[in-house]
């Protein structure tokens, strides 16, 4: 069973910068992308950014600000996240995209205050 835990999140000021970090656990198929994707109150879940082997995909309301990123070991992605500003508070997650199944972690949550 793949399990997923995310960490980094917090309270942060606008203009401020965090770093959120997935790691999963469990046996992971060879081929796989990894992702995080955020949900604000009362909205969807979204897409922030994506890494599939190295070629990393971001929102447009992010590009520039955020960065992902894998570990050595593959098993861990990143998120750089820069310049943050007051709609960027959300519920992060952490999914895992194998060719049997996604999988996702808790979340973590992200407070920008203005």
């Known amino acids: 069973q793949v399990q997923l835990v995310e960490s980094g999140g917090g309270l942060v000021q606008a203009g401020g910068s965090l770093r959120l970090s997935c790691a999963a656990s469990?046996?992971?198929?060879?081929?796989?992308?990894m992702g995080w994707y955020r949900q604000a109150p009362g909205k969807q879940r979204e897409l922030v950014a994506t890494?599939?082997?190295?070629?990393?995909n971001y929102a447009d309301s992010v590009k520039g600000r955020f960065t992902i990123s894998r570990g050595a070991a593959r098993n861990t992605v990143y998120l750089q996240m820069n310049s943050l500003k007051p709609e960027d508070t959300a519920v992060y997650y952490c999914?895992?995209?194998?060719?049997?199944?996604?999988?996702w972690g808790k979340g973590t949550l992200v407070t920008v205050s203005s």
């Open positions: 890494i599939i082997s190295d070629r990393e």
């Open positions: 469990g046996t992971i198929f060879r081929f796989n992308a």
């Open positions: 999914k895992l995209h194998t060719l049997a199944t996604d999988y």
